[in-house]
């Protein structure tokens, strides 16, 4: 199985990539990092631990950074609740984090299996941020990293950015500019998995405990998406990377450059995605881009997947 680190601030789309890729024999899940977010560290980590004992599963669990690099936290309560995991009842874990700090396990793990660990984040880049500036070595070491986070086209928290990566632009940044190859599941992509009644249904009918509580999560993460944009359920996201891992041939993606909006103004912690190719000098005339100019595509970018499959 391929070794990965699951990097997340769950959040209910969080919890269900973590249960796709601890069910999974194709994934060796080496340690979940827990990352602000979503909600606070406090409450990430606590609903990380949850989501461990629902499952019984016995993967280790780290607690990371507890806020962004630069910028002020931001949070989505509005979204995935007060918990981060508003829904069904759950019972308070029994377990605790790890000691160790999340980024020390990662540089650790990394050194540890050089060329073999996939990263998987889905919430903010801090943690892997902090990673590479502690231990730069690691991304000559990294294979892989398939996060979910910006978008091709609108943002979801902003007008130009998705939420993950305005959580944290500056390490955003980092991750993008590391040179490690990036797979990047955007709103663009994730928007196409939907988990409509019908499908929801399919989770409660396995009629164990982890469907039922499956089914009541998504029901929850339904309601901000019926609300905002109308849709028939909530956007599977945060799994998008995961199922990717698992079968690649549900999507398709496009290699480009991607580079990251620092500047605090309108478009602060945008992904902008250079899908034409507009960087690779034939649009040398150009304005405003011109820094980056010539520059190789970083990341693989979802555009399309077949979501009845994943
Ligand atoms: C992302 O933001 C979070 O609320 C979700 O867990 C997902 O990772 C989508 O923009
Ligand atoms: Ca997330």
């Known amino acids: 199985p391929r070794k990965i680190i699951l990097d997340c601030d769950p959040g209910h789309d969080d919890a269900i990539a973590m249960m796709l890729a601890l069910a999974s024999p194709e994934l060796e899940v080496l340690g979940v990092t827990v990352v602000h977010g979503n909600v606070s560290l406090a409450r990430t980590v606590r609903n990380a631990l949850v989501v461990r004992e629902l499952l019984g599963a016995e993967v280790p669990i780290y607690a990371g950074a507890d806020r962004p690099l630069v910028r002020e936290r931001i949070s989505a309560e509005a979204v995935h609740g007060v918990s981060g995991l508003d829904g069904p009842r759950l019972s308070e874990p029994q377990g605790k984090p790890e000691q160790q700090h999340a980024v020390s396990f990662i540089i650790e793990t990394v050194l540890a299996h050089p060329g073999e660990v996939t990263l998987v984040p889905t919430g903010p880049l801090t943690n892997l941020a902090l990673a590479l500036r502690l231990e730069p070595k690691i991304a000559g070491l990294i294979p892989q990293i398939v996060l979910m986070g910006g978008s091709l086209d609108t943002g979801n928290w902003t007008p130009a950015a998705e939420f993950n990566i305005l959580c944290d632009p500056h390490a955003a940044r980092i991750v993008f500019e590391s040179g490690i190859p990036i797979v990047m599941m955007g709103l663009n992509l994730t928007h196409q998995v ?21 089914a009541q999560l998504l029901e929850f993460f339904r309601e901000h998406h ?22 690649p041939e549900l999507f398709k993606t496009q290699a480009m450059y991607v580079a990251i909006e620092t500047n605090e103004g309108l ?3 945008r992904t902008v995605c250079d899908r034409w190719g507009v960087t690779q000098g034939v649009a040398a005339g150009h304005t405003g881009f011109a820094g980056n100019l010539g520059q190789p595509a970083n990341a693989q970018v979802g555009l399309a997947v077949d979501a009845e499959g994943l």
């Not at 409509?196 to 164990?208: D, I, K």
């Not at 019926?226 to 079968?247: K, M, Q, S």
């Open 194 to 214: 939907i988990a409509t009644p019908r499908r929801v249904e399919r989770f409660r009918a396995l009629g164990s405990r982890v469907g039922e509580v499956t």
């Open 226 to 247: 019926v609300t905002r944009y109308g849709w028939e359920g909530a956007a599977l996201h945060d799994p998008c990377t995961v199922a990717y891992l698992i079968r």
């Open 267 to 269: 478009n602060f912690g």
